[in-house]
Nanobody, 119 residues
Framework: QVQLVESGGGLVQAGGSLRLSCAASGITFRNYDMGWFRQAPGKEREFVARISWSGSSTIYANSVKGRFTISRDNAKNTLYLRMNSLKPEDTAVYYC????????????WGQGTQVTVSS
């Protein structure tokens, strides 16, 4: 059974930082590109960041570039998202996802973790 379990969300003031984690089980984690997405109330889910299976390549949405850092530890089967300089508009449920075929179509999704940034 595949599980992606996010953690680390919470309430933070604008300008603060959080680190999200996504623990993977039931898959060979090192074989998957991984991504972070978010969905704010009343809005569609949007891409945040992506990292290749090796960790050598990363991509970011323009809205988070320079503030967020995606990383992974294949030995721990864990994906991370370090979020700095948080803004109220970063408030959303954050999801991690796994892409086996590296074609941008994600095979598995986590249940999400809430991030709320107060002004």
């Amino acid at each position: 059974q595949v599980q992606l379990v996010e953690s680390g969300g919470g309430l933070v003031q604008a300008g603060g930082s959080l680190r999200l984690s996504c623990a993977a089980s039931g898959i060979t984690f090192r074989n998957y590109d991984m991504g972070w997405f978010r969905q704010a109330p009343g809005k569609e889910r949007e891409f945040v960041a992506r990292i290749s299976w090796s960790g050598s390549s990363t991509i970011y949405a323009n809205s988070v570039k320079g503030r967020f850092t995606i990383s992974r530890d294949n030995a721990k089967n864990t994906l991370y998202l370090r979020m700095n300089s948080l803004k109220p508009e970063d408030t959303a449920v954050y999801y991690c996802a796994a892409d086996r075929t590296t074609n941008g179509v994600y095979d598995y999704w986590g249940q999400g973790t809430q991030v709320t940034v107060s002004s």
